[in-house]
């Protein structure tokens, strides 16, 4: 018994940050183009995750991106700024995106 409620409390922690950062992506409309694990009109925020996996500086670079927008790297629709995200926030979901794997 104590076995699993010690499990069903280290999955509830490890999954609350998750949750929290999706949400945070879906009120900044992150997800009216991209999905977690699927393109949409962007890519699947696992493919940026997988793609950006052994760059150092990924988080930086896709906090700008998510707020500055940008074009050319997953082909020719460009990502549009986000005006709306704070640069705290952008670090954020830069750092949930390079979590999902």
């Not at 509830?12 to 699927?38: E, I, Q, W, Y």
């Not at 927008?69 to 990502?79: A, F, N």
Request: hydrophobic share 50%.
């Amino acid at each position: 018994m104590k076995q699993a409620l010690l499990a069903a409390v280290l999955c509830v922690g490890c999954t609350v940050p998750a949750f929290a950062d999706l949400a945070l992506a879906t009120s900044k409309n992150c997800m009216s183009c991209h999905a977690v694990d699927r393109k949409v009109l962007g890519p699947a925020f696992r493919d940026v995750a997988a793609k950006y996996k052994d760059n150092k500086g990924a988080a930086d670079l896709l906090a700008t991106k998510i707020m500055k927008g940008g074009s050319g790297v997953w082909g020719p629709v460009p990502m549009p700024a986000n005006n709306q995200v704070s640069e705290a926030d952008a670090k954020k979901l830069a750092a949930w995106v390079l979590s999902t794997k």
